[in-house]
């Protein structure tokens, strides 16, 4: 028994050390309870990320969506208003039980998800309207990725079957800009003038023209209209004309014309035709510097606020983005459409 006189006087300092420890630390701090939102709050968020989803795809700028606790403000152009219909009512239809419903007459959506409701209230555009076109693009891969860079809604027309245009065609859809088919055509003073390999010709028939319009479509099905590039001799012939916006239309494409000649026949055809038509206001790099790109910009605009729309068609070259980026900056200019959202030219006084 005598090992006791040992441990028992360290067993007795262990036992007292505990207790001082324990006395001397601090109590364990509560971990605080995380607030969880309700179930209303929560069906409510989803129908307002439901909203700003759509509002996104469509490219509707967040300066127009005005969102409050259970209604939303949507500033939309008259032509773009079946588009987010169409589009808000696809989402809808994928979120596990949200309700949609549509007052058409009042241009008013009811959502609704569980318990909660959420009212989507549509009001006209009144602002002047422009629509920028990037034209001649395929080539250079780079530049394009530039302007998609920028964050406007501007209009890609992409030259078809050029080293790069698929894969334009396809970034510039998946990032919600409007894509075109820009389809060459053959202009005046050819040769010296080329506008390229597969070029529309007066020498072919109309079949031959009919089927590489076709064709020229199913390589980029991203397209939703077209426009001629060059063309001031092809697009003179009504009957040539007639092929390519017949063909156009049985495709569900529009057009542009980029009147690359004041005796077009395109408008009238696509009158007789019923055909989606608009038509260029403003070529605004054809001297391709910066100074002259911002001077057209200024009769752009002028003509914007004197109709309520305004079509520029542009290039991708250097001096282009410089300007294009000048002007964005200005906080006066008036707000960048897609093309289809302007109303068609011939509806315009």
């Not at 759509?54 to 208003?81: N, S």
């Not at 060059?230 to 009504?238: L, T, V």
């Amino acid at each position: 028994m005598w090992f006791l006189f040992f441990i028992l006087p360290i067993l007795g300092a262990v036992l007292s050390s505990l207790y001082w420890i324990r006395k001397i630390s601090p109590p364990p701090v509560p971990i605080p309870k995380i607030n969880q939102p309700s179930g209303y709050q929560l069906e409510v968020e989803t129908l307002k990320m439901l909203i700003e989803a759509t509002c996104l795809e469509i490219g509707l700028k967040r300066q127009h969506i005005e969102l409050e606790e259970d209604v939303a403000r949507i500033t939309l152009p008259q032509r773009a208003e079946e588009k987010f219909f169409s589009t808000l009512k696809r989402k809808a239809e994928s979120l596990k039980g949200v309700k949609y419903e549509v007052l058409e007459e009042e241009k008013i959506i009811i959502l609704r998800s569980g318990s909660s409701s959420f009212k989507v209230i549509l009001l006209p555009f009144k602002e002047p309207m422009v629509s920028l076109i990037v034209d001649d693009l395929g080539e250079d891969l780079n530049l394009a990725y530039h302007f998609m860079a920028l964050g406007e809604p501007l209009t890609f027309s992409i030259l078809p079957l050029r080293r790069h245009s698929q894969e334009i065609a396809l970034k510039a859809s998946r990032r919600g800009f409007e894509v075109l088919l820009h389809i060459p055509m053959e202009p005046k003073a050819y040769p010296l003038n080329d506008p390229g390999t597969e070029a529309l010709m007066l020498s072919m028939d109309k079949e031959e023209i009919r089927q590489k319009v076709k064709s020229f479509i199913k390589a980029m099905p991203q397209a939703q209209g077209a426009n001629n590039h060059m063309g001031s001799r092809f697009m003179e012939d009504p009957e040539m004309v007639r092929v390519v916006l017949e063909t156009l239309g049985e495709e569900g494409l529009f057009f542009l014309d980029s009147l690359t000649t004041p005796n077009s026949a395109a408008e009238f055809e696509a009158k007789k035709l019923g055909l989606p038509f608009y038509k260029r206001d403003v070529f605004l790099d054809n001297a391709e510097t910066t100074e002259d790109f911002l001077k057209a910009w200024e009769e752009l605009i002028k003509i914007a606020k004197r109709k309520g729309q305004a079509i520029g068609i542009c290039h991708p070259n250097r001096s282009t983005l410089t300007g294009l980026k000048t002007v964005l900056n200005r906080s006066e200019n008036p707000q960048l459409f897609p093309l289809s959202w302007l109303l068609p030219s011939n509806l315009v006084f």
